[in-house]
């Protein structure tokens, strides 16, 4: 375990400090006795509270190379996204990374403290926790939260983000990345998409005030897309020489979209209010805690 993490957690029945108990199997809530199986990871050398248990249909994901230039153009400019962040933060802030999966955003947070929440115990990961169900950590806790293409997969959005904006200091911020015009993934833990409209009203509804909100545009992508519904979806249903003329357009299409690739840009990030297009490829989103209930009754 870091060294800094068991001062962050509690006791998610009581509230009560913990400590390790001698057989460093577990945590144990010195007001009422609760003990929290602590995970062990194989060759990995550390030890994962587990507050709750792995989803039974997720299936673990493989570990994937992460990191600037690398995976699609939406995780590029995720990356982008999320370096700049953490780079305006003062050195050491401490970081709560919801949803943290294989620590594919971790590289961009080495020079502070950061926390590696999930809901399966990963070698990456520091606390297993569904924090819709239970909240293991101190209130006012943490400098920043990131939330990285993780919305979208949980069921109950305000349980969440009531949690979330519950564990951020006055003044933390809610860095978030969510997909909007993207294909079902990670079935079936796949349930929402928001507007920017939906993400203003979901911070206000959770004394949050939104300081950055951009959509991510990739044309080239939505092109992409296309072109797979026609090959695996249109194409398969029809016959004859209309099932041929249609597998020559395709292939053409598929040389043109390489070529507008590999000249134009991959995206671009503005404002929705800016952009021309309402389909964005998803979004990204800084949210910052009112400082007191005086400040956002001033502001609102």
């Not at 809901?119 to 939330?147: G, K, R």
């Not at 993934?185 to 203003?200: C, G, K, M």
């Not at 390489?258 to 990204?284: D, K």
Request: charge should be positive; glycine fraction near 8%; include cysteine.
């Amino acid at each position: 375990m870091k060294p800094y993490l068991l001062g962050l957690l509690r006791c998610d029945r009581c509230s009560g400090a913990l400590i390790m108990d001698g057989s460093r199997s577990s945590l144990v809530c010195q007001v009422c006795g609760h003990k929290i199986t602590l995970h062990p990871v194989e060759g990995a050398g550390h030890l994962i509270p587990l507050f709750t248990q792995p989803p039974p249909e997720m299936l673990p994901s493989e570990k994937m190379e992460r990191g600037p230039g690398l995976g699609t153009p939406w995780r590029q400019a995720n990356w982008r996204f999320v370096q700049v962040q953490a780079d305006r933060m003062p050195q050491g802030s401490l970081i709560l990374d919801v949803g943290a999966g294989r620590g594919d955003f971790a590289a961009a947070m080495q020079y502070h403290r950061p926390v590696a929440l999930e809901v399966y115990p990963y070698p990456e990961v520091d606390v297993v926790c569904d924090l819709t169900q239970v909240n293991p950590f101190q209130a006012d806790s943490f400098d920043a939260i990131f939330l990285l293409n993780v919305l979208e997969h949980v069921y109950d959005t305000h349980a969440l983000l009531a949690t979330l904006a519950g564990l951020l200091k006055p003044g933390g911020r809610l860095v978030m990345a969510i997909p909007f015009m993207v294909k079902i993934h990670q079935a079936p833990i796949d349930f929402v998409r928001y507007t920017h409209f939906a993400l203003q009203r979901l911070g206000e509804n959770h004394n949050l005030r939104v300081k950055t909100l951009e959509g991510y545009y990739d044309p080239v992508f939505f092109l992409g897309e296309g072109i797979g519904n026609l090959r695996w979806t249109v194409i398969p249903t029809l016959h004859g020489i209309k099932r041929y003329l249609a597998r020559a357009v395709l292939l053409g299409m598929r040389t043109l979209t390489r070529v507008l690739g590999a000249t134009v840009p991959t995206g671009n990030t503005h404002p929705p209010a800016q952009a021309r297009s309402m389909a964005p490829t998803g979004y990204h989103v800084v949210y910052e805690k009112y400082a007191s209930q005086t400040d956002q009754s001033s502001l609102s």
